[in-house]
């Protein structure tokens, strides 16, 4: 049973520099795609960052040069480090995992599990 807990949210000053992480639990694939996504209120939910097993990554234009994304393989830990944040990076972020690497990008495929979300305020 795969699960995802997503942690480091909070409320953030604009410029400021926080770091999300999701620690996954309940798998055990050396293959894997795994992304970063964000919902803000009244919007549709948006891909952020994407990462396989290979180590390739890809962004959205609107944080690339600004996130990481990145894995702690000995702590089953996904991780997004966030910097110059600003107001429109204001939603609730979610982490998402799939065992297969296949096409990993944040959109056009599905991820199979989810977790709950860690809210992001940049004022």
């Known amino acids: 049973h795969v699960q995802l807990v997503e942690s480091g949210g909070g409320s953030v000053q604009a410029g400021g520099s926080p770091r999300l992480s999701c620690a996954g639990s309940?798998?055990?694939?050396?293959?894997?795609?795994m992304g970063w996504f964000r919902q803000a209120p009244g919007k549709e939910r948006e891909g952020v960052a994407a990462?396989?097993?290979?180590?390739?990554?890809r962004y959205a234009n609107s944080v690339k040069d600004r996130f990481t994304i990145s894995q702690d393989n000995a702590k089953n830990t996904l991780l997004l480090q966030m910097n110059s944040l600003k107001p429109e990076d204001t939603a609730m972020y979610y982490c998402?995992?799939?065992?297969?690497?296949?096409?990993?990008?944040?959109?056009?495929?599905?991820?199979?599990?989810w977790g709950q979300g860690t809210q992001v305020t940049v004022s």
């Open positions: 998402a995992y799939d065992s297969s690497k296949g096409y990993c990008y944040t959109r056009g495929r599905a991820f199979p599990y």
């Open positions: 309940g798998y055990r694939y050396s293959t894997y795609c």
């Open positions: 990462l396989d097993s290979d180590g390739t990554t």
